[in-house]
């Protein structure tokens, strides 16, 4: 598993051994937050990739993370 995944899962409180999670122990709560850590993550790399690319293409990536918080987001809002 990737490191960056362990990590969250840790930082969520899901208990997991070297072949993956265990599946008994995980409560709504720690799953909801952990998915929530890993959409961050994910435009946490949208953000930076924003700030390397062209003026031009900015927008883009704006748009893209939008969409992405609306996608995820949008009931809670």
Not at 17 to 25: A, Q
Not at 64 to 73: G, Q, R
Request: hydrophobic residues 40%; charged residues 25%; contains cysteine.
């Amino acid at each position: 598993m990737n490191n960056l995944i362990k990590k969250l899962a840790e930082e969520s409180g899901l208990l997991f051994l070297p072949h993956g999670f265990i599946e008994n122990d995980m409560t709504n709560e720690q799953i909801q937050h952990f998915a929530q850590l890993i959409v961050e993550e994910c435009r946490t790399v949208l953000s930076e990739q924003s700030r390397k690319a062209p003026l031009e293409c900015a927008g883009h990536f704006l748009n893209a993370d939008n969409a992405i918080m609306e996608h995820f987001y949008r009931n809670k809002i």
